[in-house]
């Protein structure tokens, strides 16, 4: 079975830019959640969705969106990039909520 | 603040050796809780949890954690590292509040190293 899928795998912005971020889960999964980590750190919780619903939000200012949509892939929107958000963004899928999550291989963002 | 804390950085081992690897975490309620390992170039794998039932939890590869609930403990161990354990592992709690979701919090990760 294909694991959660995340593109691109590598993206280069300029800072006031934005970015999209995509992640597909693992087929049957219904919930998805938006992982940062910074090099050096563990990673940081942005959002949960789960039934294209938000069911949780960390501590990221508003300039950080997402959404689910019907096939339960989701999108990271991060608008008027800061160099401070160059970092690993993680996507992870469950099938339920809460339940163990599957991680995918991220996207490396990097901020100029 | 709730937080989790991985109180080793860096452990280098010899292959052979016994791991413990230590987490604590602050959340004063009920918990899951998780321990992922993420090996170099590849992505964060599911190592074991726990949800409730026998504290001592077994994980794959040889990998076993133990739940203190009394410490806010759950310390990751395995009785011989291989050098294939190279790799970064993190512990990552859940709370399971109604509002929490799937959200982890997760410790800092500890590098180790295993010497052939």
């Known amino acids: 079975d294909a694991g959660v899928t995340q593109s691109p795998t590598h993206l280069i912005k300029t800072r006031g830019q934005h970015v999209t971020l995509r992640c597909s889960p693992i087929s049957g999964h219904k919930s998805v959640s938006w992982y940062q980590q910074v090099l050096g750190q563990g990673p940081q919780f942005i959002f949960q969705?789960?039934?294209?619903?938000?069911?949780g939000r960390g501590n990221f200012p508003d300039r950080f969106s997402a959404r689910q949509f019907p096939n339960y892939s989701s999108e990271l929107n991060v608008n008027a990039l800061l160099l401070g958000d160059s970092a690993l963004y993680l996507c992870?899928?469950?099938?339920?909520?809460?339940?163990?999550?599957?991680f995918g291989p991220g996207t490396r963002l990097t901020v100029t | 603040a709730q937080s989790v804390s991985q109180h080793n950085h860096h452990v280098i081992l010899s292959e052979a050796a016994s791991l413990e690897l230590g987490c604590n975490y602050s959340y004063g309620g009920t918990v899951n809780l998780f321990w992922y390992v993420q090996y170099p170039g590849q992505h964060l794998q599911l190592l074991l949890k726990y949800f409730s039932g026998d504290p001592l939890v077994k994980g794959i590869k040889g990998f076993e954690a133990e739940f203190i609930k009394s410490k806010f403990s759950f310390n990751l161990r395995k009785p011989s590292v291989q050098w294939s354990d190279t790799a970064e592992y993190f512990c990552?709690?859940?709370?399971?509040?109604?509002?929490?979701?799937?959200?982890?919090?997760f410790g800092g990760g500890t590098r180790l190293m295993v010497k052939p």
């Open positions: 969705y789960y039934e294209k619903e938000e069911r």
């Open positions: 990552a709690v859940n709370p399971r509040w109604n509002n929490a979701g799937n959200m982890l919090t």
């Open positions: 992870a899928s469950s099938f339920d909520s809460p339940y163990e999550q599957y």
